[in-house]
């Protein structure tokens, strides 16, 4: 028989409240109580602490058990656990100190049920130290004992604690195996697996994953999602998915998990197929979460057609007020090159949360409206909604594409002075590459000389790419010199040098780098662009001809071309090594990616439509110059988001102004 919540009322201030309260008020209860629950009876106590506990209804949990107590009847064992579990699922210290000390004096202390459950109490409460004595002095524990003390340690930040005290956990279980003890369970492995997502070291994990193999856990539902999960934390993408499709009963929680796994790790295609396969073939429903993934998915690779296609599913479950969702949608519409719509459903998302305006301010950030991120800003101050660190990210980020130095710097200082959020790598990145672009090159090497952290390869980065800009070879050398030891492989860094070299006339530089990175077999990173029609992505490569158009694509394109230099385009050939000769270099930049994409596009959407490319690396300045003019001569917006920023290309126009 389960005890409601309701039934409890009469009992909480004992048997007397059921006599003396008015028959009018609950006469039902009254006669419910009485005929099923033996006040007189300890077991009985026992019987409504645990049902209400169970049930998610710790207060009334713990008003039965002061009750109990009020009618002087002796706890035992069975009476504390419960109890306890209470305290944990509120978080009441005090309350669990209180019953530990009932425990004590009935001489349950040592009772190892009862001290598993206070071992999960002060784990939950944050009093590891307590939890982590109470486990030293067990006598003896079984194994729930021990999986709280590893969940504890996960639960607060020490997953090689967590991972350590498992090995010792192995270690007893092998001795008691032989006498039918203590064994490793399911519930445990759960929890060191989350230690190994914590950590995320793959040899770790490989080995945990053979514990559950030999264990016989290979199939828990739960050890796969959490085994899914680890994988992909220490990068090893093909075993998350070996996991996931090992996996032979997948719930909600499986497919969830893969689909963010995918699209947090940039593989929106794979996402979205999962996300497809979950809809169309899994016996189970798509939820919240799924929703979220596929939007960032669809955010990741500009799909935006199949965006708007989950935000009209988002509609139909009644999901819009879901903040997780609501931000989600933000998102993707900012990222899909959608802002305005992006803030149509911002507007229209009851609950917001720091989360959801920081998406938004960030959002008109990357598109360049600077002015607008910052409305934002200050709105969500008025509105009470305390800035976090990443808001402030956003911040400096929205100041540094628009060049807003003061603007920028004031919330630099204010973030310490009056939110107290010291500045992380993040936001030093920002102000760097505002000082930077802005030509204050020297400020913003002394702000990298003061920083309270240390400087990154982004950082360096954003110096260098300053210094190209401002033709600054000598700070420039600096800025290089610190990532070649930061990020040495990266051949993009050797190349800027080089171009900075040979700007200066520096020839004999140019040839030591030309040889240094042949030599060490340095190549740049491959740039793509990506370009979504009629629900598909496509994705073009530096002189593409993988593409079943791709005849079509370059006649169209020279073409284009020849409008272009009607109107009076000259090559910008600064982006292109000093190395090859002119002809050379201007053939080389009619084949770039995004050039490619879009003549693809406007070969193949509605005319009047507006046209969306993404591109991976960051758009060179005779691509940003050809666009402007191809987007007049076709009488198209063109959309260009690159690793930096959104540019929006209309009537031979940027709305970066040329300031990127």
């Known amino acids: 028989m389960k005890i409601t919540k309701v039934a409890l009322v009469a009992a909480n201030s004992s048997l007397q409240l059921a006599v003396n309260h008015s028959s009018h008020n609950h006469p039902n209860l009254v006669t419910f109580f009485n005929k099923y629950v033996d006040t007189t009876k300890v077991w009985?106590?026992?019987?409504?602490?645990?049902?209400?506990?169970?049930?998610?209804?710790?207060?009334?949990?713990?008003?039965?058990?002061?009750?109990?107590?009020?009618?002087?009847?002796?706890?035992?064992?069975?009476?504390?656990?419960?109890?306890?579990?209470?305290?944990?699922?509120?978080?009441?210290?005090?309350?669990?100190?209180?019953?530990?000390?009932?425990?004590?004096?009935?001489?349950?202390?040592?009772?190892?049920?009862?001290?598993?459950?206070?071992?999960?109490?002060?784990?939950?409460?944050?009093?590891?130290?307590?939890?982590q004595n109470l486990f030293d002095e067990t006598p003896?524990?079984?194994?729930?004992?021990?999986?709280?003390?590893?969940?504890?340690?996960?639960?607060?930040?020490?997953?090689?604690?967590?991972?350590?005290?498992?090995?010792?956990?192995?270690?007893?279980?092998?001795?008691a195996e032989k006498e039918n003890e203590v064994c490793v369970d399911a519930v445990a492995m759960v929890s060191v697996l989350a230690a190994c997502s914590s950590i995320s070291n793959k040899n770790v994990t490989e080995g945990v994953h053979g514990v559950v193999v030999k264990k016989g856990f290979a199939e828990n539902i739960r050890i796969g999602n959490t085994l899914v999960d680890a994988y992909a934390k220490c990068g090893q993408l093909r075993f998350s998915r070996k996991a996931f499709n090992e996996i032979i009963n997948k719930d909600v929680t499986t497919w969830n998990s893969m689909i963010a796994v995918c699209a947090q790790h940039g593989m929106s295609t794979e996402a979205l197929d999962l996300f497809y396969a979950m809809v169309r073939d899994a016996d189970v429903n798509h939820n919240a979460v799924t929703l979220s993934a596929g939007l960032l998915a669809c955010a990741h690779s500009g799909a935006l057609q199949i965006g708007k296609c989950i935000h009209d599913q988002v509609i139909k479950m009644g999901l819009e007020d879901d903040v997780v969702v609501g931000t989600s949608i933000v998102d993707m519409y900012c990222k899909c090159g959608r802002v305005t719509t992006a803030r149509t459903a911002f507007d229209r998302t009851k609950n917001k949360n720091v989360k959801s305006w920081t998406a938004m301010v960030a959002g008109y950030g990357m598109?360049?409206?600077?002015?607008?991120a910052l409305d934002v800003f200050y709105e969500m101050i008025r509105v009470n909604i305390v800035p976090n660190y990443i808001t402030f990210v956003s911040v400096l980020s929205a100041c540094s594409h628009a060049g807003l130095v003061d603007e920028g710097w004031h919330w630099f200082q204010t973030m310490t002075r009056k939110y107290s959020i010291e500045p992380g790598v993040e936001h030093y990145s920002c102000m760097v590459d505002l000082f930077g672009r802005a030509g204050f090159l020297n400020r913003a090497y002394d702000l990298i000389n003061k920083m309270k952290v240390q400087p990154d390869f982004v950082v360096w980065g954003s110096l260098l790419?300053?210094?190209?800009?401002?033709?600054?070879?000598?700070?420039?050398?600096?800025?290089?010199?610190?990532?070649?030891?930061?990020?040495?492989?990266n051949c993009g860094y050797y190349v800027l040098l080089s171009n900075m070299y040979a700007d200066a006339g520096r020839w004999n530089d140019v040839e030591k780098m030309r040889i240094y990175m042949k030599s060490h077999a340095l190549s740049k990173t491959p740039g793509f662009s990506l370009v979504e029609l009629k629900g598909r992505v496509h994705l073009f490569l530096v002189g593409d001809k993988e593409h079943p158009d791709h005849e079509k694509i370059y006649l169209y394109l020279e073409e284009l071309c020849m409008k272009v230099q009607e109107a009076g385009y000259v090559p910008n050939m600064t982006s292109v090594l000093h190395d090859i000769d002119n002809e050379e270099k201007e053939m080389t930049l009619k084949i770039h990616s995004e050039k490619l994409a879009v003549a693809y596009a406007v070969m193949n959407s509605v005319p009047g439509s507006t046209i969306q490319v993404i591109k991976n690396l960051r758009i060179c300045g005779d691509c940003h110059e050809t666009i402007k003019l191809i987007a007049k001569i076709v009488n198209r917006d063109i959309v260009v988001r690159d690793s930096k920023r959104f540019h929006h290309f209309s009537d031979g126009l940027c709305s970066c102004g040329d300031y990127w």
């Open 44 to 131: 009985s106590w026992n019987s409504v602490i645990a049902d209400l506990a169970r049930g998610g209804d710790s207060v009334e949990s713990l008003l039965a058990f002061s009750a109990m107590r009020k009618l002087s009847l002796t706890p035992n064992r069975s009476t504390f656990p419960c109890a306890i579990k209470s305290c944990s699922a509120l978080f009441d210290l005090h309350s669990g100190r209180q019953i530990q000390s009932q425990a004590f004096v009935f001489g349950f202390h040592d009772d190892v049920f009862v001290s598993s459950a206070l071992i999960n109490m002060y784990s939950k409460c944050g009093h590891l130290d307590d939890a």
């Open 140 to 175: 003896v524990r079984n194994m729930v004992s021990w999986t709280s003390m590893i969940t504890g340690y996960v639960q607060n930040g020490r997953p090689f604690d967590a991972l350590s005290l498992f090995k010792d956990f192995l270690t007893e279980e092998s001795v």
């Open 367 to 372: 598109h360049g409206y600077a002015q607008e």
């Open 465 to 489: 790419a300053a210094c190209r800009m401002h033709k600054n070879v000598d700070l420039g050398e600096i800025a290089a010199k610190k990532l070649f030891e930061l990020d040495p492989q």
